[in-house]
């Protein structure tokens, strides 16, 4: 049976809820907090929140203010960036907690979002940026890794649904700029890497048993 958008699963892991929970209060945060018209701030972004938290390469190392790193992770430029972005986050995040567990689904997403975007400043110098989407694509590299046959222990499949969003949500990003393209890029290919190592370990360890 064809299955519809409606029918795509997003009952949310403890990890995962936590990540998405922290991400709506920055966001609610940012329009109590103002720093421009109350409706620029809810379709457009920008506010006290995003400039105190976004990440800029000058910002990291001239200032010394590397917490932007992580706080960069948890803003979003409008509603538009931050509904896109969660409904991401459910999908793949998810998938990766039922494997690695809350705990470890936390620190991926959090030290996966201040590589992306430590490696992503050493390109962009002038540049800055926030969204969730830094995590996420780390998740998305580990989830896709393990979307592969021989690691059946980690095996992750994606609902006819998922994938589509998720494609559609890769496709929208490239038409976002250089930048965005760079970040997922960048994100996707550490998860990549993790995802293979972490798949590799847990191999071993099930045949060992």
């Known amino acids: 049976m064809r299955e519809s958008w409606t029918e795509m699963r997003i009952k949310s892991r ?7 929970v922290l991400n709506i209060l920055a966001f609610i945060t940012n329009l109590v907090l103002g720093g421009g018209s109350f409706f620029g701030l809810f379709i457009s972004g920008g506010g006290y929140l995003k400039e105190y938290g976004e990440v800029a390469f000058n910002l990291i190392t001239e200032q010394g203010q590397w917490w932007r790193l992580l706080t ?15 409904v991401a986050l459910q999908i793949v995040g998810n ?24 490696l992503w ?3 962009f110098r002038n540049g800055t940026i926030i969204g969730a989407s830094l995590g996420i694509f780390v998740l998305l590299g580990m989830a896709c890794v393990w979307c592969r046959k021989g ?20 496709i929208v990003g490239c038409f976002l700029g250089i930048g965005t393209i760079a970040v997922h890029a960048i994100g996707f290919l550490i998860g990549m890497s993790v995802g293979g190592i ?3 370990i847990i191999y071993s360890r099930a045949k060992s048993e």
């Open 14 to 20: 403890k990890a995962t809820l936590t990540i998405a």
């Open 72 to 86: 960069c992770g948890y803003l979003h430029m409008g509603i538009i960036h931050l509904v896109g972005n969660m």
């Open 95 to 118: 998938k990766v907690e039922e494997k690695t567990g809350l705990l470890k689904t936390l620190l991926l997403y959090n030290f996966g979002t201040m590589l992306t975007a430590f």
């Open 121 to 123: 400043c050493l390109i």
């Open 151 to 170: 690691q059946e222990k980690q095996r992750v499949c994606f609902s006819l649904a998922e994938k589509r969003y998720l494609i559609i949500y890769t």
């Open 198 to 200: 972490y798949g590799k």
